[in-house]
């Protein structure tokens, strides 16, 4: 989805610069001060979208020189690249790397082509998930391609929605489903494998926090789970949370929490009744990219969501 597709919505801002003399630098990670390298050629394109959890920018910028003293005085600031190519403080940064910056960082960049990315700053630090796991300062996260792709994607899905929804309450009824798709996608991104490791003797540990979890689960009934509301239930880190189900189960977090909403969904679909629809059920259960939620739906249950609730409705109306 080209940058060029996306048009202004109630909840999403689009700008559009073709001459460097109106050109407004965004102040999402700082501002800085941009030297373009072929003035000609001068054109920048950014999509602005606001969420609870903080601003996302998605940004077509110019060949440029680009110097700025970077980051956010609260909070932790990312840019991930979709094409991607710099010198940045000497050091060659492309489209597989993610930068990763708290508090402040000075920053001189130099980039030869037109580059696109998003550029995020979150409310929150994010040490309670485990994100980039030092003080202050720019770092480097390289992530293996799948979980680089779907973090993409995801991104690139959640400005294709905002672009056509005209309904700002609309929107924000969906803020924690989008945002927690991309935690997620963050979570496996950011959080080394490594540190979601079991010391020695603390399994049982582990397996009782999962127990409390189950119970948790239940006791939240037909809400969406979120994993930030479940650690807080659970008076522990999202990335405690993140070790126990690895540790356990064998997987992520959100892989046991998306399991556990395909099920309130199937169970949703086969006793809803006649008025019920897929995507009300989906919805309900915090699902909010609907293609992705039928396919994760059938690998999970063998069917389509739509048969489920025939058999569902065929049954209702039997009784």
């Given at each position: 989805?080209?940058?060029?597709?996306?048009?202004?919505s109630?909840?999403?801002?689009?700008?559009?610069?073709s001459?460097?003399?109106?050109?407004?630098?965004?102040?999402?990670?700082?501002?800085?001060?941009?030297?373009?390298?072929r003035?000609?050629?001068?054109?920048?394109?950014?999509?602005?979208?606001?969420?609870?959890?903080?601003?996302?920018?998605?940004?077509?910028?110019?060949?440029?020189?680009?110097?700025?003293?970077m980051?956010?005085?609260?909070?932790?600031?990312?840019?991930?690249?979709?094409?991607?190519?710099?010198?940045?403080?000497?050091?060659?940064?492309?489209?597989?790397?993610?930068?990763?910056?708290?508090?402040?960082?000075?920053?001189?960049?130099?980039?030869?082509?037109?580059?696109?990315?998003?550029?995020?700053?979150?409310?929150?630090?994010?040490?309670?998930?485990?994100?980039?796991?030092?003080?202050?300062?720019?770092?480097?996260?390289?992530?293996?391609?799948?979980?680089?792709?779907?973090?993409?994607?995801?991104?690139?899905?959640?400005?294709?929605?905002a672009?056509?929804?005209?309904?700002?309450?609309?929107?924000?009824?969906?803020?924690?489903?989008?945002?927690?798709?991309?935690?997620?996608?963050?979570?496996?991104?950011?959080?080394?494998?490594?540190?979601?490791?079991?010391?020695?003797?603390?399994?049982?540990?582990?397996?009782?926090?999962?127990?409390?979890?189950?119970?948790?689960?239940?006791?939240?009934?037909?809400?969406?789970?979120?994993?930030?509301?479940?650690?807080?239930?659970?008076?522990?880190?999202?990335?405690?949370?993140?070790?126990?189900?690895?540790?356990?189960?064998?997987?992520?977090?959100?892989?046991?929490?998306?399991?556990?909403?395909?099920w309130?969904?199937?169970?949703?679909?086969?006793?809803?009744g006649?008025?019920?629809?897929?995507?009300?059920?989906?919805?309900?259960?915090?699902f909010?990219?609907?293609?992705?939620?039928?396919?994760?739906?059938?690998?999970?249950?063998?069917?389509?969501?739509?048969?489920?609730?025939?058999?569902?409705?065929?049954?209702?109306?039997?009784s």
């Open positions: 989805m080209p940058l060029n597709r996306l048009k202004p109630r909840v999403l801002t689009i700008e559009r610069f001459d460097y003399a109106e050109f407004r630098a965004n102040e999402v990670l700082g501002l800085g001060t941009s030297t373009p390298l003035p000609r050629e001068f054109s920048l394109t950014r999509a602005i979208l606001p969420l609870q959890s903080g601003v996302f920018v998605l940004q077509r910028a110019f060949a440029r020189r680009f110097e700025a003293e980051g956010t005085d609260t909070g932790i600031g990312l840019v991930v690249p979709l094409t991607f190519h710099s010198i940045t403080n000497g050091v060659e940064i492309d489209s597989s790397t993610i930068g990763v910056v708290r508090g402040k960082a000075p920053v001189v960049s130099i980039e030869h082509q037109p580059n696109t990315y998003f550029m995020l700053r979150f409310n929150s630090d994010m040490r309670h998930r485990g994100w980039a796991d030092f003080d202050t300062g720019l770092a480097t996260v390289r992530p293996q391609h799948d979980p680089m792709a779907r973090l993409r994607a995801a991104f690139l899905e959640m400005f294709s929605l672009s056509g929804c005209d309904d700002p309450r609309q929107f924000e009824a969906l803020h924690r489903p989008i945002q927690e798709t991309l935690f997620a996608c963050l979570d496996a991104t950011l959080v080394p494998a490594g540190s979601l490791a079991t010391r020695p003797g603390s399994f049982d540990k582990h397996r009782k926090l999962i127990a409390r979890l189950d119970e948790v689960v239940e006791l939240f009934g037909s809400q969406p789970l979120y994993s930030d509301d479940l650690a807080t239930a659970l008076g522990v880190s999202v990335r405690t949370l993140q070790t126990a189900t690895q540790v356990v189960h064998g997987v992520s977090l959100h892989h046991y929490l998306r399991l556990k909403r395909l309130a969904v199937r169970v949703l679909l086969m006793t809803g006649g008025g019920l629809t897929v995507k009300a059920a989906a919805l309900a259960n915090g909010w990219h609907l293609g992705d939620f039928s396919v994760g739906y059938k690998r999970a249950f063998g069917e389509m969501p739509s048969e489920t609730l025939a058999r569902g409705r065929g049954s209702f109306y039997r």
